[in-house]
């Protein structure tokens, strides 16, 4: 099993960037599908962004495309998501998700995901 521990969360500027990162233990992050999932208050869960364990392939919700990058450093074992251009609609607690099925369930449901991360708080000002 997999251990996910996000970090790099916290106050953004309007049209400014920050960076979150997911560190893996436990099991490679490459042996996962893995997401980055965002909840606002009042709001259901989102996936944002995806990156496919067997070729790397990453998929971004309408809401970031353009503006967010995820990435992944095996090595590392940690998965990256790059915020920029933050807007005022993108506060929320941010979790990092790993799935071995994903990519049969559906990349951008957030049921393709069993391991979950305990969230990172962003917030942005204007």
């Known amino acids: 099993q997999v251990q996910l521990v996000e970090s790099g969360g916290g106050l953004g500027q309007a049209g400014g960037s920050l960076r979150l990162a997911c560190a893996a233990a436990?099991?490679?992050?490459?042996?996962?599908?893995m997401a980055w999932v965002r909840q606002a208050p009042g709001k259901e869960r989102e996936v944002v962004a995806t990156i496919t364990k067997s070729r790397g392939h990453t998929y971004y919700a309408d809401s970031v495309k353009g503006r967010f990058t995820i990435s992944r450093d095996n090595a590392k074992s940690t998965v990256y998501l790059q915020m920029n251009s933050l807007k005022p609609e993108d506060p929320a607690v941010y979790y990092c998700?790993?799935?071995?099925?994903?990519?049969?369930?559906?990349?951008?449901?957030?049921?393709?995901?069993?391991?979950w991360g305990q969230g990172t708080q962003v917030t942005v000002s204007s």
């Open positions: 998700a790993a799935g071995a099925n994903a990519q049969a369930i559906g990349v951008m449901s957030e049921l393709g995901y069993d391991r």
């Open positions: 436990g099991r490679a992050c490459r042996s996962y599908t």
